[in-house]
C-alpha cells in the first residue's frame, strides 16, 4: 500500500475509534503497523504513520480502561515521535500520556505531562491542542474540588473552541461546565450546559460522550430525586459504554442504577434489581481496579443489606467500604502534597525564567541597540558566524574639515556635546532614508544603503541621505558661532559584512565599495559631496531634473588607479 492509502487507512481508523467501534479501530491501526513494516516507506513517513498508530491503540486500551497497556502503546509512541523530531507526534503523545495518569488518580503526573504539552502547541500555534489541555488541566482541579479553577480553566478552553469552530470541544468544554456546577448542587445550571453538550454530541454521533453526558444528566435528575428520570438517562449512558467497551462507564452506570433502586420503595422487586445491578458493578471495579468507585459500591451494598436486616453481608461489605475509603483517603492526601510539592516547584521554576527572561530581554535590547535589528536578531536566534556578501550597496563616508584644531579649542564636554549633536541629527537621517549607521571612528561617519537589507534604490537613498546631511551642516554652527565644514564620500559597488568580537561586538564592512567611498571622503573638499563615475551612473537617471554633477577631472587613487569623480550638487 502507499503511503496515501496507509494515511487514509489511519484516519478510517480515528473515525471508528471517535465513534466507540474499537475493535474496528484497532484492526485498521494493526494492519497499519505491519503494513508500514512491509511497505518500507520512507524512514520520516513510515515513522510518523507508525507513531500514529501505536498512539490509536494506546486511546483505545484506555478507553477500555486497560491503563497500563495504554501507557505502554503511548510510551512506545512518544519514542517513535521523539527519534523523529515530530514535534506535533510528541505533543499528542505527551498529552495522552497525561490522560492516562488522569484516570489513574496520578494529578501530578498528569499535570506534569500537560504543562509540556500545552508549550508545544503554543510552539506549534496549535490552538485546538492548546483548547483541549486547557480543559485537561480544568478535569484535574475538578478532581480536585477545586471547582473555581476548574471552571476558569474549562471556561477558556470553551472560548478558544467556539473561536476555532470546534463543535466536539465545545460540547466537552460545555459537559465539563455543567459537572462543576451539579457538584456546587446548581442543578439547573448543570442541566442546562449538559442539555447542550448532549445535543452538540449526539448531531456529531459521538457515543462516547454521549455517554458521559447521559450518566451526568442521571446524576442531577437523582440528586433532584427524580428516580424515573434517573433511570432512564443511566440506562441510555451504560447502554453506550456497554457497546464500547468502556467497562470503567459500565461500572459507574451499573452502581448508579443499583443504588437508585436501593432508593426506591416499590417492593421486594426493587431490592432484587439493586443487588444485582450493585453487584455486577462491584465485579467490574474490582476487575479494572477502580477503587474510589469499588468502596462506593461496598457501601450501596452495606446499605442495601442493612435494610433488609442481612446484618453479616452488611458488615462485610461496611469493613470492605471502610477499608478501601481509608485507602483512597490516604492516596488522596499523598497527591495532595504531591501536588502542593509540585505547585511550588513550577512557582521557584518560573520565578527562576522570569529573571532569565529579563536578562535575555536585557541582552538583546543591548544588541539591537549596537547592531543593526536583522543581524541582532539572527544572533538572539543562535547564529554563531555572520559573514555576509552584498553586490549592490552605496556607502557613505563624511569626515569634519579641521577636527583636530577644532578639538584643541574647546573643552572635553562641549567637544563631546558636539559630536554627539551632529551624529545624532545624522542617526535621524540615517533611520529617515533607510540607511544602516556602521560606525564613527572618531569624527568619521560611516553609513550604508543596501545592507543588511538588499534594497533597489539604495543609491537614491544615499543621495538623499546626503543631501540632506550637507544641508544640516551648511546651517550648523557650534556654541561659539562657528561653522563647522564636512566632506562627504559616496561610492556603489559590492562589500563583504559581517560581526566581529567575542564579548563587544561590530558589525563591520568590507570590500572595494567601502574603500573608494573613504578616498571620495579624504580626497574631497569641505561643504561638498565627492562621488565616483559609478555612483553617478547610478543616480543620474533617478533625479536628471533634481541634481547636478559638476566634473572634478580625473585623480589617482590608492587601489584603483586614475578615476573620473565628480561633486554632487542640487539643481
Known amino acids: 500500500m502507499t503511503h496515501e492509502e496507509l494515511k487514509n487507512l489511519l484516519t478510517r481508523a480515528e473515525d471508528k475509534k471517535n465513534t466507540g467501534n474499537y475493535e474496528e479501530a484497532e484492526k485498521l491501526a494493526r494492519q497499519v503497523l505491519d503494513s508500514v513494516l512491509?511497505?518500507?516507506?520512507?524512514?520520516?513517513?513510515?515513522?510518523?504513520?507508525?507513531?500514529?498508530?501505536?498512539?490509536?491503540?494506546?486511546?483505545?486500551?484506555?478507553?477500555?480502561?486497560?491503563?497500563?497497556?495504554?501507557?505502554?502503546?503511548?510510551?512506545?509512541?512518544?519514542?517513535?515521535?521523539?527519534?523523529?523530531?515530530?514535534?506535533?507526534?510528541?505533543?499528542?503523545?505527551?498529552?495522552?500520556?497525561?490522560?492516562?495518569?488522569?484516570?489513574?488518580?496520578?494529578?501530578?503526573?498528569?499535570?506534569?505531562?500537560?504543562?509540556?504539552?500545552?508549550?508545544?502547541?503554543?510552539?506549534?500555534?496549535?490552538?485546538?491542542?492548546?483548547?483541549?489541555?486547557?480543559?485537561?488541566?480544568?478535569?484535574?482541579?475538578?478532581?480536585?474540588?477545586d471547582h473555581t479553577l476548574a471552571l476558569d480553566y474549562y471556561g477558556k478552553a470553551l472560548a478558544l473552541a467556539e473561536e476555532l469552530g470546534d463543535k466536539a470541544g465545545i460540547a466537552r468544554h460545555l459537559g465539563n461546565m455543567g459537572v462543576v456546577y451539579f457538584k456546587l448542587s446548581d442543578y439547573p445550571l448543570a442541566l442546562d450546559y449538559?442539555?447542550?453538550?448532549?445535543?452538540?454530541?449526539?448531531?456529531?454521533?459521538?457515543?462516547?460522550?454521549?455517554?458521559?453526558?447521559?450518566?451526568?444528566?442521571?446524576?442531577?435528575?437523582?440528586?433532584?430525586?427524580?428516580?424515573?428520570?434517573?433511570?432512564?438517562?443511566?440506562?441510555?449512558?451504560?447502554?453506550?459504554?456497554?457497546?464500547?467497551?468502556?467497562?470503567?462507564?459500565?461500572?459507574?452506570?451499573?452502581?448508579?442504577?443499583?443504588?437508585?433502586?436501593?432508593?426506591?420503595?416499590?417492593?421486594?422487586?426493587?431490592?432484587?434489581?439493586?443487588?444485582?445491578?450493585?453487584?455486577?458493578?462491584?465485579?467490574?471495579?474490582?476487575?479494572?481496579?477502580?477503587?474510589?468507585?469499588?468502596?462506593?459500591?461496598?457501601?450501596?451494598?452495606?446499605?442495601?443489606?442493612?435494610?433488609?436486616?442481612?446484618?453479616?453481608?452488611?458488615?462485610?461489605?461496611?469493613?470492605?467500604?471502610?477499608?478501601?475509603?481509608?485507602?483512597?483517603?490516604?492516596?488522596?492526601?499523598?497527591?495532595?502534597?504531591?501536588?502542593?510539592?509540585?505547585?511550588?516547584?513550577?512557582?521557584?521554576?518560573?520565578?527562576?525564567?522570569?529573571?532569565?527572561?529579563?536578562?535575555?530581554?536585557?541582552?538583546?535590547?543591548?544588541?539591537?541597540?549596537?547592531?543593526?535589528a536583522q543581524i541582532a536578531e539572527r544572533m538572539v536566534a543562535g547564529e554563531k558566524m555572520i559573514a555576509d556578501s552584498h553586490d549592490h550597496v552605496s556607502v557613505f563616508f563624511s569626515d569634519i574639515v579641521g577636527f583636530t584644531k577644532l578639538s584643541q579649542q574647546v573643552t572635553a564636554e562641549e567637544l563631546v556635546g558636539m559630536l554627539n549633536g551632529i551624529f545624532s541629527q545624522f542617526d535621524q537621517l540615517a533611520r529617515k532614508h533607510g540607511l544602516e549607521k556602521i560606525k564613527t571612528i572618531g569624527d568619521s561617519y560611516m553609513a550604508v544603503a543596501g545592507a543588511p537589507i538588499p534594497q533597489d534604490n539604495h543609491a537614491e537613498r544615499a543621495v538623499l541621505f546626503a543631501l540632506e546631511v550637507a544641508e544640516f551642516m551648511e546651517n550648523y554652527r557650534t556654541d561659539s558661532g562657528d561653522k563647522v565644514d564636512l566632506r562627504i564620500g559616496l561610492h556603489t559597488g559590492s562589500v563583504v559584512a559581517g560581526v566581529i568580537g567575542e564579548n563587544k561586538f561590530s558589525y563591520d564592512m568590507w570590500g572595494d565599495a567601502v574603500n573608494v567611498a573613504s578616498r571620495m571622503e579624504s580626497h574631497g573638499e569641505p561643504g561638498k559631496i565627492h562621488i565616483s563615475e559609478e555612483f553617478k551612473h547610478a543616480v543620474e537617471t533617478l533625479h536628471a531634473t533634481s541634481l547636478q554633477f559638476n566634473l572634478r577631472g580625473e585623480m589617482h587613487i590608492k587601489g584603483k588607479g586614475m578615476m573620473k569623480t565628480y561633486f554632487l550638487e542640487k539643481v
Open 38 to 145: 512491509i511497505e518500507n516507506i520512507g524512514s520520516r513517513d513510515g515513522n510518523i504513520l507508525r507513531a500514529s498508530a501505536t498512539r490509536t491503540l494506546g486511546l483505545i486500551a484506555r478507553w477500555r480502561s486497560n491503563y497500563h497497556i495504554s501507557l505502554e502503546y503511548l510510551t512506545d509512541a512518544l519514542t517513535i515521535s521523539e527519534n523523529n523530531n515530530d514535534q506535533e507526534g510528541i505533543a499528542k503523545a505527551l498529552g495522552n500520556i497525561g490522560n492516562v495518569y488522569l484516570n489513574l488518580s496520578d494529578y501530578t503526573l498528569a499535570l506534569d505531562y500537560y504543562r509540556k504539552t500545552i508549550v508545544l502547541a503554543e510552539k506549534l500555534g496549535n490552538k485546538n491542542g492548546v483548547a483541549f489541555i486547557l480543559g485537561n488541566i480544568g478535569n484535574v482541579h475538578l478532581y480536585l474540588s
Open 194 to 372: 449538559l442539555s447542550k453538550a448532549l445535543a452538540i454530541t449526539e448531531y456529531l454521533g459521538d457515543k462516547a460522550e454521549m455517554a458521559s453526558h447521559l450518566g451526568n444528566i442521571g446524576n442531577v435528575h437523582k440528586a433532584l430525586s427524580d428516580n424515573t428520570l434517573a433511570m432512564e438517562f443511566f440506562g441510555k449512558a451504560f447502554a453506550h459504554d456497554e457497546e464500547l467497551g468502556n467497562k470503567a462507564g459500565v461500572a459507574r452506570w451499573l452502581g448508579n442504577i443499583g443504588a437508585t433502586y436501593a432508593t426506591l420503595e416499590f417492593g421486594e422487586d426493587d431490592t432484587i434489581n439493586a443487588e444485582k445491578y450493585l453487584l455486577k458493578a462491584l465485579t467490574i471495579s474490582i476487575e479494572i481496579g477502580a477503587k474510589q468507585h469499588l468502596y462506593e459500591v461496598h457501601k450501596n451494598l452495606s446499605d442495601l443489606y442493612a435494610t433488609t436486616e442481612r446484618w453479616k453481608e452488611s458488615r462485610v461489605h461496611f469493613k470492605k467500604y471502610h477499608t478501601l475509603y481509608l485507602e483512597v483517603q490516604s492516596e488522596e492526601a499523598t497527591k495532595q502534597a504531591q501536588l502542593m510539592e509540585h505547585r511550588r516547584k513550577i512557582e521557584e521554576s518560573e520565578r527562576d525564567r522570569q529573571i532569565k527572561l529579563a536578562r535575555f530581554q536585557e541582552q538583546e535590547k543591548i544588541l539591537h541597540n549596537i547592531l543593526p
